[in-house]
């Protein structure tokens, strides 16, 4: 019995790993350190605020040099399918892609994000978002968005 449950974990583990290990997913949140500017006479006093996943940003090209840049170019979905009152996004990568490609991760209520390199092996990205009747993603939704890619 106990063999046959260790030979059942590594089968997990052994078909399970490297999906896991391939998926790039934005963190739920983000916790900014606030440091405010006082002016004259005023003490600051920093905070920390916590942020909700928003959305998401894929770019292409040298990661340093587009995030310098004042808008890094974003890339255009290769679908979109709205169902119900939801929006899909889709980005598929070829198995042989020359550039990098790497992902924004944007909050609600601040500017500061989160950035990384997706690996080669990664050939699909997906964002699922809330829209109103009339199909239009919504700035504040009651669901949060759902982003991975594999």
Not at 62 to 85: I, V
Not at 96 to 101: G, I, L, P
Request: charged share 20%; net charge positive; with cysteine.
């Amino acid at each position: 019995m106990l063999r046959t449950l260790i030979l059942l974990t590594l089968l997990i583990t052994a078909t399970a790993g490297p999906a896991l290990a391939n998926e790039v997913r934005c963190p739920a949140s983000l916790t900014v350190q606030a440091q405010p500017e006082a002016p004259g006479g005023w003490s600051p006093y920093p905070a920390k605020d916590q942020h909700a996943f928003a959305g998401v940003t894929l770019v292409e090209g040298d990661r340093a040099a587009q995030m310098a840049a004042p808008a890094p170019a974003a890339l255009e979905p290769d679908r979109s399918l709205r169902r119900g009152r939801s929006e899909i996004r889709q980005w598929d990568f070829p198995a042989a892609r020359r550039d990098n490609v790497f992902l924004i991760c944007r909050y609600a209520g601040t500017q500061a994000t989160l950035a990384i390199d997706l690996p080669r092996t990664v050939r699909r990205c997906q964002i699922t978002e809330e829209t109103d009747a009339r199909g239009m993603v919504l700035d504040k939704p009651a669901t949060a968005p759902q982003f991975l890619c594999r």
